[in-house]
């Protein structure tokens, strides 16, 4: 059964504005809430936070920068996340872009792929108390962390493309896919996943999809929103690519930016990449998702929140959960 989750729509300045968001986990049936990685305020410190205001809820962090800390310390952060709330983690990791590996790491990453598969080996390694020493081309781990009995933290991968895919079947408890269709996964992702676990002889993971998402309204135009929620993700090459490859017809750059903004606007939500409509629609639309495979639906209104306020983004997340049946 499908499950439907919480993404934090916005990045928090300060941790109480978390927790409405918590609040929709905790009394409703919303399986866990979502927050990707924040450079204003720490993602596991504002969790932790929601816990100790009295929020001890499922949490996700889709994704993490995996150049940001070491897979030691990224374990550590994780399972203490796990204690202090008493619930099961879903620890996200993705390389980034580019441009973010050469900030941090003073050149790209020349096999993100590589880099990926040792970083979650690690870290699961770290997780476990295993006294095995890993050694790899993009870093170095000795056992340091004692194994701790407590809630499990599920490790996920970032994955948008094919070789992303194969990598998260390989090691990977989840495969976590932000923006693709539904289409896309059906066709494309999902296949790779778990044809790749079985290669592996282990157990496909779960496949995680970040929904950005927004009910209809007479003063509301889709495209916008689409934009607010996913304007960076389309300057992207790797979102571009991805996009293409699951039918969504992006035009070729005219020159404009506005024009070439509002033009791939309007075609995230004519390729249902941004789904938009009357909640009827918004069912079906969502349906296909589970259908292609997703185990977990991320309820993403970022757009919404950038447009209309943290408190229309709350009011429209419970207003999708009662229409999905897990709030009243």
Not at 83 to 97: D, E, F, N
Not at 125 to 130: I, Y
């Amino acid at each position: 059964m499908t499950a439907y989750s919480v993404l934090v729509p916005f990045v928090p300045s300060r941790p109480e504005q978390l927790l409405p968001f918590a609040g929709l986990v905790h009394w409703t049936g919303a399986e866990r809430l979502w927050q990707g990685q924040s450079l204003v305020t720490e993602t596991h410190q504002a969790f932790a936070h929601a816990a100790g205001a009295g929020f001890r809820v499922p949490v996700g962090l889709g994704v993490t920068l995996m150049p940001l800390r070491h897979p030691t310390e990224a374990a550590l952060q994780a399972r203490s996340l796990a204690l202090m709330t008493g619930q099961p983690v879903l620890a996200g990791y993705g390389p980034g872009a580019p441009a973010v590996q050469k900030a941090l790491l003073g050149a790209p990453y020349r096999s993100p792929l590589t880099a990926a598969r040792e970083y979650l080996t690690a870290v699961r390694a770290a997780l476990d108390g295993t006294d095995a020493v890993l050694e790899g081309e993009y870093l170095h781990q000795e056992a340091l962390l004692p194994p701790v009995p407590g809630p499990r933290v599920e490790i996920g991968l970032g994955v948008l493309r094919p070789g992303m895919a194969r990598v998260a079947g390989e090691v990977a408890d989840a495969a976590i896919c932000w923006l693709t269709p539904a289409r896309y996964l059906a066709d494309t992702i999902v296949p790779e996943v778990t044809k790749s676990a079985e290669s592996a002889d282990r157990p496909a993971p779960k496949v995680v999809a970040m929904v950005p998402i927004a009910l209809a309204a007479p003063d509301r135009d889709p495209v916008r929103l689409a934009l607010a929620s996913n304007r960076h993700h389309l300057k992207a090459a790797h979102y571009q690519d991805m996009l293409r490859r699951g039918g969504v017809e992006l035009p070729a750059a005219t020159g404009s930016q506005a024009q070439d903004e509002s033009a791939r606007g309007a075609a995230l939500v004519a390729g249902d990449a941004f789904l938009y409509g009357e909640p009827a629609e918004l069912l079906a639309k969502l349906e296909a998702f589970r259908e292609a495979g997703v185990d977990e639906i991320v309820l993403n209104v970022t757009g919404v929140a950038q447009l209309y306020g943290a408190q229309a983004a709350s009011r429209e997340l419970r207003t999708l959960l009662t229409v999905l049946g897990l709030a009243s």
